[in-house]
Every structure is written in structure tokens, then in C-alpha cells.
């Protein structure tokens, strides 16, 4: 038994790993005791790499294809060893194979909202969840950096770690997107794109390429969401301000029915809160007239609508186009040409 052991001990000519588990990254050939055969034979399959270390200290790396281990081949382990231009007997070294596949389909999210200052809104919480997928690119860097000197490292063992580099790293790529923060939602793949080169140099650090990155959603936060929807319902009707008070006030009617139509000032109150920017009185009765009415019947009742307005109307419909500048829905063309408009109408 004891011949037999040593028999394996000097016969080990053949080094090679069949991956036979998804997600592995490195894997230390079983050495266990034996040694390498002079002259024996590396096979490093597609999609993976080897590499020696000795002693700790990080040696030879070689890509795919069948390699001779020769002092040729082995130039760093020969100045390790101290060998000369030839040796002859068996010898000891670690050999790590690391899977260089695409580990795809790797998931990303935030588990709590995150903190996102924003030029027009200031500090807005954000929710944001996708996919990316990576490689193993420099060996050498991810054994010193990552994996050391462990039998076998996961994809599950750094997952952690990875997740955590693109939380860190969302505020920067949002800031370097150059996208509004109410246009993520609509702009995801340029969202992914500025995460990416913001995640690229950090993976790297670390040995790893990042391949791919995609953004499935933004979740935008609730106030956030109405103003979005309240421009896109701008967009729909264009730049005309009768137009969008129009359908301001159409969308204050729902809300009026659901009430039981319960006075003036109800009406009056989820039409401001809607940002209408409808005072009380006789701008919102036009307003209602010119939507409700049937295109041949608008003419006719905005000519019998009293054309001025008061004051304290006047005032209270620019604080609410204000409001609207502010935050985005109106440009400063359109709340200047309302101004303008609203003035004319002094009584």
C-alpha cells in the first residue's frame, strides 16, 4: 500500500477541472500531499484559467489549451524555486482553476428606499431593482483581492459584496446620467447605462468584468408620481394654458361627484390641489363651461363670461401658475404669457 501511495505521489502528470457545479469561480486542484510531475500536462478548458502559487506567493497563469510544465513554461515558479535551466524531480505548488463564464442573471435591488438628491426636488427616496451579469477577468488580481487560498469560491460567497457596489454607487450614476429624476422611470436603459460606468471601474479593482447591467423598475415616490402624471397630461394637450385648465378642471370632477357636488368651496379646493391654479368663482365656471361644452356651444359661452376678473382672484390664480413653475409642470414662457393674460383681466 505503501509503494502505491508513493507510485501517485510522483505520477501526478495531469491537472485539470471538470466544472461540475454552476456558479463556482475558483477551485484549488486536491493536491493532497502529492506532487507534480516534471514535464506533466496542464489542461485549462474554454472558459476557465489556472494559476500556480507558491508558497503563497502568486506564480504562473495560463489561459485555455493543453500546456507542458517545463521551466519554460513555468518561468516565475523557476525564479520562486530557485531552479536551474533544468529540473527533473517531481515538485510541490497550489493550482486554482477559476471559471472565466458569464455568471448571468445576477440580481440587484434596494430592500429599503434610498436617498436621492435631485437639483429640481432636493432629497427624494427612490426604490430601483434589475439584473447584471460578470466574469472573472484577471485571475491573478480576484485570488490576491477575493478568493485566497479557500478550496472553492462562489458566486453565492460575493454576492453580498456586489450588491452592496451597486447601492453605492446609484446616487453617483444618477448624478453622472445627466437624466431628471422624474425622467428615470421613462429612461431605464440610460440609467443602466450610467450604472454601468460608474460599477465598471469598481468591479475591476477586484478582478472582475462587468457585462452587462439592466434597470427593470423605478418606483418613483407617490407625490413624485402625480406630478409626473399631471405632465404627461400637459403633454397631451400641448402648450395651450386654456386648454390644460380645461383639463385640470376635468380632472377636479371626479372628485366634486364623489363629494355629492357639497358647495363652492369643495370644488374649489381639489381643483387647487390638483394645481389648476383656479381661484374661486367665475374663472373656474369658464373653465368648466368651455370643457363640458360641445365645440358649437363653447364659442357662444365664452363671449356671455364676464371678461374681468378681481384682484384677490387674479392673485390667487399666479400663486398656484407659481407653484407650477416651481415644480417643473410649467415652463417660465407659458406662466409668463398666463401672467400677462391674467393682468389684462384686472377689474
Known sequence: MALMDFIKKQFIDVIQWVEDADGTLAWRFPMSGMEIQNGGQLVVRQSQMALFVNEGQVADVFGPGTHRLTTQTLPVLTYLKNWDKLFESPFKSDVYFFSTRQQVDQKWGTPQPITIRDADFGAVRLRAFGNYSFRVADPKLFHTEISGTRENYTVADIDGQLRGLVLQNISNAIAGSGIAFLDLAANQLSFAQALTRQLAPEFEKIGLKLEAMTVQNVSL?????????????????????????????????????????????????????????????????????????????????AAAAPVGMKAEDVMATLEKLGELKAKGILTQEEFDAKKSELLKKLV
Open 221 to 301: 415616490p407617490e407625490e413624485l408620481q402625480k406630478i409626473m402624471d399631471q405632465k404627461i397630461g400637459m403633454g397631451m394637450v400641448g402648450n395651450d394654458m386654456g386648454k390644460f385648465m380645461q383639463y385640470q378642471t376635468a380632472q377636479a370632477i371626479p372628485k366634486f361627484a364623489e363629494g355629492g357636488g357639497g358647495g363652492g368651496s369643495g370644488i374649489a379646493g381639489d381643483a387647487m390641489g390638483l394645481g389648476a391654479g383656479v381661484a374661486l368663482g367665475q374663472v373656474l365656471a369658464q373653465n368648466l363651461a368651455a370643457g363640458l361644452q360641445p365645440p358649437h356651444a363653447a364659442a357662444p359661452a
